[in-house]
C-alpha cells in the first residue's frame, strides 16, 4: 500500500522560511513522480512545484525563486522549502506521487496518491 506522510508544517512570520517533508513508502520510490500541492479554505487543491523520477523539479509561476522542491531517494523523501513567506502561503500543503510524470503535473487528477496534509500558517 502506497503511503505518503507529510511533515514540518506549522506557524510561521512573514519573511521566514519553513521546511515540509514527506516521507513515502509502499513502492519503488525512485519509479514515481512527486509534487506538492496546497488549498486553501473552499477551493482546490493547486500544484506548486513537481519533481520527476529524473529530479527535474518543476514550480507554478506564483511561487517560482521562493519555493524549492527536491528529493533524497536514499530516504524516500520528497521536501518543500519555503522561503520569504508571505500570508497567502498560508494553507493545508499535500504531498502528491504518481508512477507516470505528465506535463500537466500541477493538475492534481493525475496523482494517484496523497499524503493527509500539513498546514501552514503565515502571520504578517
Known amino acids: 500500500e502506497v503511503q505518503l506522510a507529510e511533515s514540518g508544517g506549522g506557524s510561521a512570520e512573514a519573511g521566514g522560511s519553513l521546511s515540509l517533508s514527506c516521507v513515502a513508502s509502499g513502492y519503488t520510490y525512485n519509479d514515481f513522480c512527486m509534487a506538492w500541492f496546497r488549498q486553501y479554505p473552499g477551493r482546490e487543491r493547486e500544484g506548486v512545484a513537481g519533481i520527476n523520477s529524473d529530479g527535474k523539479p518543476h514550480y507554478a509561476d506564483s511561487v517560482k525563486g521562493r519555493f524549492t522542491i527536491s528529493q533524497d531517494n536514499a530516504k524516500n523523501t520528497v521536501y518543500l522549502q519555503i522561503n520569504s513567506l508571505k500570508p497567502e502561503d498560508t494553507a493545508m500543503y499535500y504531498c502528491?506521487?504518481?508512477?507516470?510524470?505528465?506535463?500537466?503535473?500541477?493538475?492534481?487528477?493525475?496523482?494517484?496518491?496523497w499524503g493527509q496534509g500539513t498546514q501552514v500558517t503565515v502571520s504578517s
Open positions: 502528491a506521487a504518481d508512477e507516470i510524470w505528465r506535463h500537466a503535473w500541477s493538475d492534481g487528477t493525475n496523482y494517484n496518491y
